[in-house]
């Protein structure tokens, strides 16, 4: 059962059904045939039954016991090997004595008699005739007093009966087989009916996680009912925490920032060189408070259920922003993003994440920036990639993990703290997603960005 731990509950119910409805209708076959067979051989025997009898009734009449029993009534004992066949004899009778019908061409009847018989006793019993075909026998004993005892034996071919029972067997399967796929087909409707809740439900927390609704809605059966109302709670509580997590981080950041611009204000006015020392520590400080505090407003966000940001028009404007500052270099942004991309998270991180990686290829290129987004077909975790590339100088090989250090600069003539690559790359690893440096087909720098989107996408 552990190869299907992991399938729908649709599938295991399906299999359980089909399992148990197949064993149950072969054992109701067997039971059936076997039942059949028997009540057909007695059918058979019973017919045997009035043959021999009707031996018997010649075989006492007065007269000599030795004498022709004459004919039966049924044509088919006179017939050679037709598969009908009697035989009248004393006990350990020699061939001569052997009184039989014409059917059986001068062969015998195999005995039915046993050490254990009780006389009188009528026996029923297969056996084969001389030409081998099977036969089913009646055997019984007739006692005629001072002119001895008689055994009569009645037969007839017993492929009658396998074909009897190969004509039930043969309608019983296709009835049963009928029966199996109607049977299969009302539990897959049954099994359609009574899991569309949980379908329903599941509907539902996609709405929710696509930033369709905000709360489950809908009744649900009683069984179901108690878990839509606790992930409803659930989801209550969550946002609650996060509400309760950006205002914490936008009072941290009050605080922090208000002293550090006195301090900046009251340093500018200090001409002294301890003056410029506290000035750039104190923008240093600024850097990194603002660095965590994104990181941190970040990571409580990148959780949030239902948070979706349309791509395109974010990366689109960032483009023009750039184009425009870097227009002294007569920059040129190709621009290559779907319409309908959705990036699964905040507007603004995908802003900082995007506009750090495009203003670093704006900064480097020669000329040229090329921003296109591609989509991943995965199933369970739908992604894009972000591809942004420039045709500058680029950067060696074992130098590309530098450049994802936090703080870590290559060049300090051109603007910045250093912190742009490494908040990108922990941003994109609050949502999952990953930041990778390679070289571009341009000729400089390529930035990988691999982010979470919409289901729809795939």
Excluded: C
Excluded at 426 to 449: N, T, V
């Amino acid at each position: 059962m552990q190869r299907f731990a992991g399938r729908p509950i649709a599938v295991r119910l399906a299999v359980s059904s089909v399992f148990w409805s197949f064993a149950i209708l072969l054992i109701a076959g067997l039971i059936l045939s076997t039942l059949y067979r028997d009540n057909t051989e007695r059918a058979f025997d019973q017919r045997l039954l009035v043959y021999a009898n009707t031996l018997a009734s010649n075989l006492v009449a007065p007269g000599d016991p030795d004498r022709d029993l004459g004919p039966i009534g049924d044509p088919r004992f006179e017939l050679p090997l037709s598969g009908w066949y009697w035989q009248v004899a004393r006990p350990n009778a020699a061939p001569a004595e052997i009184r039989s019908s014409k059917s059986l061409f001068g062969g015998q009847l195999p005995t039915l008699a046993s050490g254990d018989n009780r006389f009188g006793q009528i026996r029923r019993g297969y056996g084969n005739a001389p030409d081998d075909r099977s036969l089913r026998i009646i055997e019984r004993d007739i006692d005629l007093g001072e002119d001895g005892r008689y055994i009569i034996r009645v037969a007839g071919p017993a492929d009658e009966i396998d074909a009897g029972v190969r004509d039930f067997i043969f309608a019983l399967t296709v009835t049963f087989a009928l029966l199996g796929l109607a049977l299969g087909f009302t539990t897959l409707l049954q099994i359609r009916f009574g899991l569309r809740p949980l379908a329903n439900l599941r509907s539902a927390l996609g709405a929710i996680r696509q930033g369709e609704a905000e709360r489950i809605v809908g009744e649900y059966p009683r069984d179901i009912s108690p878990l839509a109302s606790e992930l409803n709670l659930l989801l209550d509580t969550n946002r609650e925490i996060l509400e309760r997590a950006r205002t914490q981080v936008g009072n941290l950041a009050h605080a922090l920032k208000t002293p550090l611009s006195i301090i900046m204000n009251e340093a500018e006015n200090a001409p002294d060189e301890v003056a410029a020392r506290v000035r750039e520590q104190a923008a240093l400080m600024r850097d990194q408070v603002n660095y965590y505090l994104d990181r941190a407003r970040a990571a409580a966000l990148a959780g949030t259920l239902g948070t979706l940001t349309e791509a395109e028009p974010v990366i689109a404007g960032l483009a023009r922003t750039f184009a425009k500052i870097y227009r002294d270099k007569d920059l040129e942004v190709e621009l290559a993003v779907p319409p309908d991309l959705r990036f699964r998270g905040e507007k603004q991180d995908l802003e900082e994440m995007a506009g750090n990686l495009i203003d670093n290829a704006a900064k480097w290129a020669s000329r040229k920036v090329s921003v296109t987004v591609e989509t991943l077909r995965e199933e369970d975790r739908p992604r894009f990639r972000l591809l942004i590339d420039d045709d500058g100088p680029g950067l060696p090989e074992a130098a590309r993990e530098e450049m994802l250090k936090r703080g870590r600069r290559l060049d300090e003539t051109k603007p910045g703290s250093g912190l742009g690559l490494s908040i990108v790359s922990d941003l994109a690893a609050l949502y999952r997603g990953s930041l990778k440096l390679d070289a571009s087909p341009m000729g400089g720098l390529r930035a990988i960005l691999e982010l979470p989107g919409d289901r729809s996408q795939t």
